[in-house]
């Protein structure tokens, strides 16, 4: 059976668990005064969420005897750089980081819908895919909790 649908769905899923890592990293770096280690906590448990996501999405990829991807989404790299750019100009408050962030889940939510409708993709690996889904939903709804309380203030 050829398996290639299988993996290029599931790469693009370590793609966009890449680009939570990266993305949170940087929103920890622009985190940098004491009132926000909540936040740096949050983030750290994200980053480690996705690394785990990651792994579990490898071992599938290589399981079907292909090979995992290391890259970032094109939109992961914009995400970035929009990052940096804000960071040159003083950076961001909390509600805007939550922001940044809430539109990251949101990015990482439709990838994963995505995979879920694609029907070339076996329903075997349909079954990670709605599991990891449904765990990084809830930080989605953690993160817009957050927001929509940092809005308010």
């Not at 070339?120 to 909790?145: F, N």
Request: aromatic share 6%.
């Amino acid at each position: 059976m050829d398996h290639k649908a299988c993996i290029d769905a599931l790469n693009d899923l370590v793609k966009i668990n890449n680009d939570r890592i990266a993305g949170y990293q940087k929103a920890i770096e622009e985190l940098n005064d004491e009132e926000n280690n909540d936040l740096k906590s949050l983030f750290s448990r994200m980053i480690t969420e996705s690394k785990a996501c990651k792994e579990e999405l490898e071992q599938m990829i290589h399981s079907y005897g292909g090979n995992s991807d290391t890259g970032t989404t094109a939109s992961g790299k914009l995400y970035r750089a929009w990052m940096d750019v804000k960071a040159f100009f003083g950076g961001g408050d909390r509600a805007t980081i939550l922001k940044n962030c809430e539109a990251g889940e949101d990015a990482a939510q439709k990838a994963y819908e995505t995979a879920l409708e694609d029907d070339s993709v076996m329903a075997e690996t349909k079954i990670l895919i709605r599991k990891q889904k449904e765990q990084l939903r809830h930080s989605h709804d953690e993160i817009k909790q957050l927001r929509d309380a940092a809005v308010a203030q």
